[in-house]
Nanobody
Framework: QVRVVESGGGLVQPGGSLRLSCTMSGNMFSRDDMGWYRQAPGKQRELVAGITSGWQATYADFVEGRFTISRDNGVRTIYLRLSDLKPEDTAVYYC?????????WGQGTQVTVTS
């Protein structure tokens, strides 16, 4: 059974930064392509960034160079560095494999950007 724990969210002012962490156990972590997703109120969940098992990173167009995804296979964790945050980045952020699996969703971590 896969267990997913996200952390690092919080309340931040526009232009601020956060670093999100996600630890996943129960899967072949180092061989899996991973992703960070988000869901804003009233909207569908969307892929924010992905990182392959070979460390290739991809980003959604709305990221515009503000976020950085990384991974540490030794501790089964992926990270998402959020910079220059905007109010429209407010959402619950989740990690999952990429493409996602329905049985791999965790509780997520809330990011709120407001002045």
């Amino acid at each position: 059974q896969v267990r997913v724990v996200e952390s690092g969210g919080g309340l931040v002012q526009p232009g601020g930064s956060l670093r999100l962490s996600c630890t996943m156990s129960g899967n072949m972590f180092s061989r899996d392509d991973m992703g960070w997703y988000r869901q804003a109120p009233g909207k569908q969940r969307e892929l924010v960034a992905g990182i392959t098992s070979g460390w290739q990173a991809t980003y959604a167009d709305f990221v515009e160079g503000r976020f950085t995804i990384s991974r540490d296979n030794g501790v089964r964790t992926i990270y998402l560095r959020l910079s220059d945050l905007k109010p429209e980045d407010t959402a619950v952020y989740y990690c999952n494999v990429n493409p996602s699996r329905d049985d791999y969703w965790g509780q997520g971590t809330q990011v709120t950007v407001t002045s």
